[in-house]
C-alpha cells in the first residue's frame, strides 16, 4: 500500500485508464472508482478484505493438496503439447 | 550432479542477470533439469499449485478488427505475445504486409533500450501518428512522446495483489 502521497500531478496508471474509459464510453468495464474498490472486493471473495492486508501486509494460505513432489510410481504430467510429457525439443518451434 | 539427482537444481537465475538473448540457455538449463529429474523431485524443483483472486464480472470485451497478427501471413502459433522485432515489423509500412500500426500506447517501458534493434525501432517510430507513453520518470523513450501521462510511483499507487507460490501460498 502506499508509503506517501503521489507528488505533483502524477496518477495511478488505474486511474488513467478509468478515465480514457469514461470518454470513451467503456465505463462498464471500470466499475469501481478507484483500485482499492477493487482489491477489497477481489479480497472478500476470499475471505480476506483491503482492511485486513492493510493490517497484516502478507497473508499465507495452505496448499489445496498435499503433493509438493511426485509420488514414487505417480505417472507426471506436464502442460506440453506432447502427451503430457517433457519436451526435449519444441515441436511448435518445428512448425 | 548425477550422483545427486533427482536433488539437484539447475538455477536458471534472476531475472536482473538476464541479458534477453538466453533462450537457448534456458532451454539448455531447463533439459538439464529434465534430465536430472530435479521436477517436482525432493531437493528439486517442488510442485507449483495455482492460486487467482477472483476477477470482477464485466461484459464480453469488444473482439478487435485487427491484431498485431495481422501483420505476418503466417501463424505464429508459440508465441502469445507479439516477439519484440514484430512490434517493428507491424508499424513500418510495406506491400507484401497487410498491417500498420499507427499509433503505440507504451507502459513503463524503454523500447528504445529494450527492443534488440534501435535503428528499426526509431524507423518504425518514425513511421507512428501518435506515441502515448506512461512513466514514472524520463526515460529514452519519454523523449519521442507525442502525450507522456506521468504515474506516481510505486510507493504512491496501489497496485493489484501479488501472489507468491511457495510451499504455502502467499498473498501480499
Same mark, same amino acid.
Request: proline letters at 7%; charged letters at 20%; hydrophobic letters at 40%.
Given at each position: 500500500?502506499?508509503?506517501a502521497?503521489?507528488?505533483?500531478?502524477?496518477?495511478?496508471?488505474?486511474?488513467?485508464?478509468?478515465?480514457?474509459? /469514461?470518454?470513451?464510453?467503456?465505463?462498464?468495464?471500470?466499475?469501481?472508482?478507484?483500485?482499492?474498490d477493487?482489491l477489497?472486493?477481489? /479480497?472478500?471473495?476470499?475471505?480476506?478484505?483491503?482492511?485486513?492486508?492493510q493490517?497484516?501486509?502478507?497473508?499465507?494460505?495452505?496448499?489445496?493438496?498435499?503433493?509438493?513432489?511426485?509420488?514414487?510410481?505417480?505417472e507426471?504430467?506436464?502442460?506440453?503439447?506432447?502427451?503430457?510429457?517433457?519436451?526435449?525439443?519444441?515441436?511448435?518451434?518445428?512448425? | 550432479?548425477?550422483?545427486?539427482?533427482?536433488?539437484?537444481?539447475? &538455477?536458471?537465475?534472476? &531475472? @536482473?542477470?538476464?541479458?534477453?538473448?538466453?533462450?537457448?540457455?534456458?532451454?539448455?538449463?531447463?533439459?538439464?533439469?529434465?534430465?536430472?529429474?530435479?521436477?517436482g523431485?525432493?531437493?528439486?524443483f517442488?510442485?507449483?499449485?495455482?492460486?487467482?483472486?477472483?476477477?470482477?464480472? &464485466?461484459?464480453?470485451?469488444? @473482439?478487435?478488427?485487427r491484431?498485431?497478427?495481422?501483420?505476418?501471413?503466417?501463424?505464429?502459433?508459440? *508465441?502469445?505475445? *507479439?516477439?519484440?522485432?514484430?512490434?517493428y515489423?507491424?508499424?513500418?509500412?510495406?506491400? %507484401?504486409?497487410? *498491417?500498420?500500426?499507427?499509433?503505440?500506447?507504451?507502459?513503463?517501458?524503454?523500447?528504445?533500450?529494450?527492443?534488440?534493434?534501435?535503428?528499426?525501432?526509431?524507423?518504425?517510430?518514425?513511421?507512428? !501518428?501518435?506515441?502515448?507513453?506512461? !512513466? %514514472?520518470?524520463?526515460?529514452e523513450?519519454?523523449?519521442?512522446? !507525442?502525450?507522456?501521462?506521468?504515474? *506516481?510511483?510505486?510507493?504512491?499507487?496501489?497496485?493489484?495483489?501479488?501472489?507468491?507460490?511457495?510451499?504455502? &501460498?502467499?498473498?501480499?
Open positions: 500500500m502506499p508509503a502521497e503521489p507528488k505533483y500531478d502524477t496518477k495511478p496508471a488505474y486511474w488513467m485508464a478509468r478515465q480514457l474509459s /469514461l470518454k470513451l464510453g467503456l465505463e462498464a468495464y471500470f466499475p469501481h472508482e478507484n483500485l482499492e477493487l477489497d472486493w477481489q /479480497l472478500k471473495q476470499i475471505g480476506s478484505s483491503l482492511d485486513e492486508m493490517r497484516i501486509g502478507v497473508k499465507t494460505f495452505p496448499r489445496q493438496a498435499d503433493n509438493l513432489y511426485f509420488a514414487d510410481n505417480e507426471a504430467e506436464f502442460m506440453t503439447n506432447t502427451g503430457k510429457k517433457l519436451n526435449f525439443y519444441s515441436t511448435s518451434f518445428c512448425k | 550432479m548425477a550422483n545427486a539427482s533427482p536433488a539437484v537444481i539447475i &538455477h536458471p537465475g534472476r &531475472h @536482473v542477470t538476464w541479458y534477453g538473448d538466453d533462450t537457448q540457455r534456458l532451454r539448455a538449463v531447463a533439459i538439464l533439469n529434465a534430465l536430472l529429474g530435479s521436477w523431485r525432493r531437493g528439486g517442488y510442485r507449483s499449485e495455482r492460486f487467482e483472486l477472483p476477477s470482477y464480472p &464485466h461484459p464480453e470485451f469488444p @473482439v478487435p478488427k491484431t498485431w497478427r495481422s501483420a505476418f501471413p503466417w501463424e505464429i502459433s508459440s *508465441c502469445r505475445p *507479439c516477439p519484440s522485432n514484430g512490434i515489423d507491424a508499424t513500418v509500412p510495406v506491400a %507484401t504486409r497487410d *498491417c500498420n500500426f499507427k499509433g503505440w500506447i507504451i507502459n513503463g517501458t524503454n523500447l528504445i533500450e529494450t527492443l534488440p534493434n534501435q535503428k528499426q525501432t526509431i524507423e518504425a517510430i518514425n513511421n507512428l !501518428d501518435l506515441i502515448v507513453v506512461i !512513466d %514514472t520518470m524520463p526515460m523513450i519519454t523523449g519521442w512522446a !507525442d502525450i507522456i501521462l506521468p504515474e *506516481c510511483t510505486y510507493l504512491e499507487r496501489y497496485d493489484a495483489v501479488r501472489q507468491v507460490l511457495t510451499a504455502n &501460498h502467499r498473498l501480499l
